[in-house]
T-cell receptor
Framework: GNSVTQMEGPVTLSEEAFLTINCTYT??????LFWYVQYPGEGLQLLLK?????DKGSNKGFEATYRKETTSFHLEKGSVQVSDSAVYFC?????????????FGSGTQLTVLP | DTAVSQTPKYLVTQMGNDKSIKCEQN?????MYWYKQDSKKFLKIMFS???????INETVPNRFSPKSPDKAHLNLHINSLELGDSAVYFC????????????FGPGTRLTVL
């Protein structure tokens, strides 16, 4: 079935550093791919998504490109801020009977130091 | 304008007790979910309802019983609480059974003593 493998954390960076969080996937076909973010004490929220191969999703300075050749959807940001400290989850959908659900990666904790 | 709300935010209780968590969404969505997040942040789906009908029921002890009185509400009742039930429980909603973008509530942190 569909699954994602996400870079282990935690990741600690200084403000303005470059961020990459790796995500690779195994899937039947070419499903949409997602990055969700969970800020401290909150629920998850959609950060960005890409719906087909070679699409680039972007939001709040974060980007991820859907690469079918390498089955990857790595999250990047050129200059992180302290406010980016959060847990980041890669996700993709899979079918469960007549319904579809999301499978999430294990999450990567990012801490940005001033 | 809270989109997905949960009550309570914190729940501390003794082993063996029965407790409920409530979830409401005002997004007009027809599909709702319950997730469990453990201490390592691993997120696992428990249940999903579409228009009050159960459509996803993962391997969850039958001490957990979801109830959806209408498509805007999905409650979770847990009987005979155990230490291992301690976690953060998230409610989420989406539009349609094949929709991928989900909107999450703020979570309920359950601690079983």
């Amino acid at each position: 079935g569909n699954s994602v493998t996400q870079m282990e954390g935690p990741v600690t960076l200084s403000e303005e550093a470059f961020l990459t969080i790796n995500c690779t996937y195994t899937a039947t076909g070419y499903p949409s791919l997602f990055w969700y973010v969970q800020y401290p004490g909150e629920g998850l929220q959609l950060l960005l998504k890409a719906t087909k191969a070679d699409d680039k999703g972007s939001n709040k300075g974060f980007e991820a490109t859907y690469r079918k050749e390498t089955t990857s959807f790595h999250l990047e940001k050129g200059s992180v801020q302290v406010s980016d400290s959060a847990v980041y989850f890669c996700a993709l959908p899979f079918s469960s009977g007549s319904a579809r659900q999301l499978t999430f990666g294990s999450g990567t904790q990012l801490t940005v130091l001033p | 304008d809270t989109a997905v709300s949960q009550t309570p935010k914190y729940l501390v209780t003794q082993m063996g007790n029965d407790k409920s968590i409530k979830c409401e969404q005002n997004l007009g969505h027809d599909t709702m979910y319950w997730y469990k997040q453990d201490s390592k942040k691993f997120l696992k789906i428990m249940f999903s309802y579409n228009n009050k009908e159960l459509i996803i029921n993962e391997t969850v002890p039958n001490r957990f019983s979801p109830k959806s009185p209408d498509k805007a509400h999905l409650n979770l009742h847990i009987n005979s609480l155990e230490l291992g039930d301690s976690a953060v429980y998230f409610c989420a909603s989406s539009q349609g059974t094949r929709a991928d973008t989900q909107y999450f509530g703020p979570g309920t942190r359950l601690t079983v003593l």
